[in-house]
């Protein structure tokens, strides 16, 4: 069985804080929708499959953590459009390309200190836990290098070109894609980063990758938001006030980890219900969610999702 289904269903049929309600799936504002395809106007749109490859690794390295109080949020200019959170980080690695800024390189990621990657990130308001994210980049060149002589290709053949395989080759070799919880004395994969890494591979068009009906969806902030607001996800009072008032949910916390798992779970619930693979559900959910007025959603600071 896949590993992140079996630990998160565990963490559902013991969850305290957090329950799925089945009967509500069918009231989601996602049936029928189209599977949103590779946004061209802020990724890279190239056709050199190693430099894709390159794009959405670094891409995903820094893919967590975009929340901010408003007046703080981070955005920036690309090509005349404002982007904010995750698009933002796209456009400006598409930008860092355009400018020549080596970022598909192992030894200038290994090597790369704080105000290049301020530089490259560079727009209004302020992106939490630059740190970590410089340490991440540091670690994915210092790793390439090290071990796979500084080619990402070498990743997705260790992998044998599975999307799965190679979301737990990235949780074994970089500490940055290590999404594994500690729930009631067992180890529970999340594995957002490291699985959505093979989505936008395959959304890139960058190698083809097979087995991608066997991810799960990404459990980030966004989908339990969308889920939580139609009643899929209910969550016990203090949680759910805690939540409403903006106070901040700490990673590793069993409320976090509930609330993660019974994403993955009720996503898997709702590709029960259709042709779509997870991934393609999760990017619905992901795309419908940034359209509505939604509460908002948990606040975790972690270099996680």
């Known amino acids: 069985m896949n590993p992140i289904l079996e630990?998160?269903?565990?963490?559902?049929?013991?969850?305290?804080?957090?329950?799925?309600?089945?009967?509500?799936?069918?009231?989601?504002?996602?049936y029928g929708k189209n599977v949103p395809a590779w946004e061209c106007d802020v990724h890279y749109n190239g056709t050199d499959s190693l430099e894709a490859l390159w794009y959405v690794l670094v891409l995903d390295t820094l893919n967590f953590c975009f929340w901010n109080t408003p007046e703080k949020k981070w955005s920036m200019e690309y090509n005349g459009k404002k982007n904010s959170g995750y698009r933002a980080l796209a456009a400006s690695l598409r930008r860092a390309m355009d400018e020549e800024i080596p970022i598909t390189n192992a030894y200038?990621?290994?090597?790369?200190?704080?105000?290049d990657l301020e530089h490259i990130l560079r727009g209004q308001g302020e992106l939490l836990l630059m740190d970590e994210r410089v340490k991440a980049l540091n670690e994915l060149g210092s790793v390439l290098l090290e071990k796979y002589?500084?080619?990402p290709l070498h990743l997705l053949e260790e992998a044998g070109f599975d999307a799965l395989s190679l979301a737990f080759v990235m949780t074994k070799e970089f500490s940055?894609?290590?999404?594994?919880?500690?729930?009631?004395?067992?180890?529970?994969?999340?594995?957002?980063?490291?699985?959505?890494?093979?989505?936008?591979i395959h959304g890139a068009k960058s190698y083809p990758l097979r087995g991608m009906d066997k991810i799960t969806a990404f459990a980030d902030y966004k989908l339990p938001q969308l889920l939580h607001a139609y009643g899929v996800l209910k969550?016990?009072?203090?949680?759910?006030?805690?939540?409403?008032?903006?106070?901040?949910?700490?990673?590793?916390?069993?409320?976090?980890?509930?609330?993660?798992?019974a994403t993955i779970q009720a996503v898997e619930m709702i590709k029960a219900l259709t042709p779509l693979a997870s991934y393609q559900i999760d990017w619905i959910l992901w795309t419908t969610a940034k359209e509505l007025s939604l509460q908002t959603h948990h606040q975790t600071r972690t270099i996680f999702y």
């Not at 013991?14 to 509500?24: P, S």
């Not at 106070?247 to 509930?258: H, M, T, W």
């Open 149 to 151: 002589n500084g080619d």
């Open 108 to 115: 200038y990621l290994r090597a790369m200190p704080k105000q």
């Open 7 to 30: 630990g998160t269903q565990y963490v559902v049929e013991n969850a305290q804080h957090v329950m799925i309600d089945k009967e509500l799936l069918l009231i989601l504002p996602i």
């Open 235 to 261: 969550y016990e009072q203090s949680l759910d006030e805690n939540i409403r008032n903006g106070v901040e949910l700490a990673s590793g916390s069993e409320e976090e980890i509930e609330i993660r798992a």
């Open 176 to 200: 940055s894609f290590r999404d594994v919880a500690q729930y009631k004395g067992r180890s529970i994969p999340l594995l957002k980063r490291a699985q959505i890494l093979a989505a936008d």
